[in-house]
Each structure stands twice: as structure tokens, then as C-alpha cells.
């Protein structure tokens, strides 16, 4: 179907120069018939290819979840996580994507190749509807559901409602499955450290000697133990921390007595703003910066906010030594790390 404005676009002067009030009506262009309008064959042909694009959404559909189920926790490896991870979105990018574009597709060349042909002329007319254009366009709509042909092509129809029906799965699926224990917020308010757990290299696992952090030097660091959590990558969220080694001179204050051992400070790497891994240290300054929004926390003194948005000092993980120099945690945190929450304090 198409539609023509029936005022022509070329300008004609009159023989003194000025423009004539109305320009002659060109009527349409020639109209060419479609192959399908043609030969009954292409028609059958045209309506095949519209089936199957919507066979290509349900079958999308399908993959999706079942993507979503078989590749959801695939391991607790720590090593492997991030490949599994990656997979998975693969995976459930490539089918919500055939899903999507099946419905797209088919419902284009549905409309281009099998609905009738007619060439219209579309008056123009005030904006305002009045009661007799409205009834008009709702009649106009329903010819349209009655020109698709919906209700003779009994395939189709069950093809594009079931690609319909099912495709809202892909959106409700990882909504349902992320509810339940998300709800339990203590949860955020432990991690992993507890006293005696070492302190270990991220993402090697490797306990640090105190002996091996020089002063200026940052470490990324996880609890040695990671690998033994159910959920290591839920942990590790809540657990990263930065190891700094300052002169201990230049310490102005930590926020707990003995907290440090020999200039060596540990604090959450998670940005009390809104998360992000707060991972730049500038050693002149003793100053570790968010990259998302600039949040600039003074190591030297509690990790007290100095610039941006963030409103909290990062947490700080008591440390000290154990028997074979290795550093080890005092305690767990004695805050919950991360963005503010409203049952934060209770
Ligand atoms: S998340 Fe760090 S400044 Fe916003």
C-alpha cells in the first residue's frame, strides 16, 4: 500500500516570474504489480518465507531459555567463571536476537509481499479529528486487520502468535530468576574475610608476603580461600580490596587503632558511590580515584572522600602479619562495603 500527496512538487513560474496558487494534480505514478500478486505460486512462496521467519523467532525463544537454564551457573571455578560468563551471554544474546528478528522480519515481508497492493490518495485535512475522521480511521483499521488476511491464513496466524506469546519470555525469564535471594540484603553486609584469612593476589590466589609489598606499590587482592565459596564470584564482588604500602609517616589516620600493619593499608576496592572498582592510585598524592565519576579517596587519611559524588570513606580490612610474614585479615569489615542501602545500619 502506498500513499501519494496529491500536490505536485515542481514549480512552475508564470511568465512574469510569480508562483501560481495551485500546481496541477500529477496523479500516480505508474503502478507496477508485485510477483506475488501475479502468479499464485510466489503468493504460496511469499507466505512460506513469512512462517518460517516466525518459526525463526519461536525457535529463538526456545534457545533463549534454554540457554538461560543450561548455561546459567555453569561453574564455581573461579579460573573459569569469566569464560563461562562470557558464553552465556553469547548465547542468550545470539537467540533473543533470532527471536526478536523473526517477529521484525516476518511481520515486514508479511506486509510488503502478501497484504493487498492498493494505492491511496491521502487528502490533506485539518489536524484536529473531528468525530466522523476518527470513526473513519477505526475503520480504516479494522480493513486493515480484515486486508491482512489473518483470519483466512490460519498458519500464519497461529505463527505470529505464538512468536508473540512466547517472545515476553525472554524479558520475564531473567527478572523471575534474579528475585528470590537478591531480597535477602544481610547478605551484603558480610564477606568472605574473617580473622585469620590471608590476603592473596588477585586473580592468582597467591598469599602475600608483607615483605613483598614495597612502599607505593598496589595490590588487587582476594581472600586466599576464594575458591572455596559456593558462589566465588558473588564473593569476590563483595571482597576485592587494595593493598597500599605507604611510608608510615604520611599515615594522618585509619579508622580502627592497629589496623595497618608497617604502613601497609587495606581497603575495599568496591566505590561507595555506585560500585564501580575503584582501581587508580595516585602515589604523590596517596589518592585512589574512581574511573566512573571521579570519587577521589585520600588513602593517607581513612580513605576519607575528598572530590565527588561518593559520600562514604571506603571501607578499611584490619590486617597484620602471621607467624610466616604472611599478611592476614584481623576481621572481617565492620561496615558493609559498597553503595549505601537503606537497611545498611540496622
Ligand atoms: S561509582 Fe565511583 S564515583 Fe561513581
Known sequence: MSTHDTHSHELEPHGDGTLPDRFENPGHPEHHQRLGDLDPKANKKAERQVLA??????????????????????????????????????????????????????????????????????????????????????????????????????????????????????????????????????????????????????????????????????????????????HPLDEKAKAVVLLIRLDPRDIKSEQGEGWSYDGIVAYSKICTHVGCPVALYEQQTHHLLCPCHQSTFDVADSAKVVFGPAKRALPQLPITIDDEGYLIAQSDFHEPVGPSFWERKK
Not at 592473596?200 to 598496589?218: E, L, N, Q, Y
Open 53 to 230: 521467519l516466525f518459526t525463526v523467532s519461536v525457535v529463538g525463544t526456545i534457545a533463549f531459555a534454554v540457554a538461560y537454564f543450561a548455561l546459567g551457573d555453569p561453574t564455581t571455578d573461579p579460573t573459569k567463571i569469566a569464560s563461562a560468563t562470557r558464553t552465556e551471554n553469547l548465547w542468550l544474546g545470539l537467540t533473543l536476537a533470532f527471536a526478536l528478528l523473526g517477529i521484525g522480519t516476518g511481520a515486514v515481508h508479511w506486509a510488503k509481499t502478501l497484504m493487498n497492493d492498493h494505492e491511496m490518495s491521502e487528502e490533506r485535512h485539518a489536524i484536529a479529528s473531528d468525530a466522523e475522521s476518527r470513526e473513519a480511521a477505526l475503520q480504516a483499521l479494522q480493513d486493515g486487520a480484515e486486508d491482512s488476511g489473518i483470519s483466512r491464513r490460519g498458519a500464519l496466524k497461529g505463527a505470529v502468535i505464538g512468536a508473540l506469546a512466547l517472545f515476553p519470555i525472554t524479558i520475564a525469564l531473567p527478572l523471575i530468576g534474579n528475585i528470590g535471594g537478591d531480597w535477602n540484603v544481610g547478605k551484603l553486609k558480610h564477606t568472605m574475610w574473617k580473622k585469620g584469612t590471608r590476603l592473596a593476589r588477585d586473580p592468582s590466589g597467591r598469599a602475600i608476603k608483607a615483605s613483598d609489598v614495597t612502599i607505593g606499590s598496589v595490590f588487587h587482592v582476594i581472600p586466599e580461600n576464594l575458591e572455596e565459596a559456593e
